[in-house]
DNA sequence: AACACGTGGGC
DNA sequence: TGCCCAAGTGT
């Protein structure tokens, strides 16, 4: 029977790990400076590194400050987190930026507390910024640390599950050292990502085998808990594509919902011309994590535009779309989701 | 508590 | 291929 890790013998070989073997020289590391540690952490919510990495360099080289990220323009922000999804981030980002502006004279605050009221930054992000910007020993629960903690200590069920949270989060506070909590927090983190990894864990490599429950009971595929399976629906949509002198036709969507605060190509749920006004491209299918999504698009003729075009600015009186027309070149100044670039890009090479 | 929210990598 | 899930947060 293995007696599982203390805390204190925990900790120390975690940050020796670090030492020998953590990840030292990532885009965001080697500084101080919260803004770069906040927006670092709020690109990797639920995004991989490598995803990442060229979309924070091009980030912080247009907005090197947080004074700077606040004076943007919304559509400045969106083409810039244009393709790395979940949006939100990116308006939240923005948005507290301009809080950091104003209510706190540009200066980023160190309290873990404070850090937390910021819109996109939750428990986790929080502990993350407070930590390795300012030296503070707050806690953090990512993916990775998640599973190295399941592992460690055979904690059973799916983490999405409350009570699984809260004992993932009570083990975090417990192993989380006073000293050297940086090191600490990096090091879980790059355990997580190279040796106790989702599939194929690096056991034999692993400075917490010793005393790990789930190696040791040789369970280590049960931790942590799978996310119970749902079944994905699907959504059918038209995309009018509307070409006229160089420039295409989008909508600004609305800030919540998908895609919110993007452009994208004007859509119904029903064709509502006949087959003479209009030219089926090929269809596809655009998979989401929650639902996929059937797109027909739909080529324009000129007789067609113009009541399309009146019928979808407006969707509704409370909340007018914007619409507005788009050169090439203006398509790199304003957020695009995926799909849509890649079919407008695919459109224009072909014409 | 359960779901919305994007995209791409790994197998 | 299709499925799982990734440095989570907001509602």
Known sequence: MTTPWSPTDFSAKVIE??????RKHLPWQGTQDPYKIWLSEIMLQQTQVTTVIPYFERFIESFPTVTDLAQATDDQVMQHWSGLGYYSRARNLHKAAQIIETEFSGVFPQDPETIETLPGIGRSTAGAIASFAFGQPTAILDGNVKRVLARSYAIEGWPGNGKVLKALWQRAETNTPQQETAAYNQAMMDLG???CTRSKPDCPDCPLSKHCLAYNSNSIEQYPGKKP???RPSKSVYWLINIRQEKVLLHKRPP???????????????KEMSPDQIQQLDPFVHKFSHYDLQV???LLSSNADKALVEKNSHPSIMEPA?????SLNQLNEIGLPTPVSKLLVKLLEDS
């Open 322 to 326: 914007q619409a507005d027309w788009f």
């Open 193 to 195: 990502a190279i040796v």
């Open 256 to 270: 919540s919902g998908i895609w919110g605060g993007l452009w994208a190509l004007p859509e119904v749920q029903q």
């Open 296 to 298: 027909q698009p739909l």
């Open 229 to 231: 399976k749902k079944a």
């Open 17 to 22: 790990y670090y030492h020998a073997h953590g």
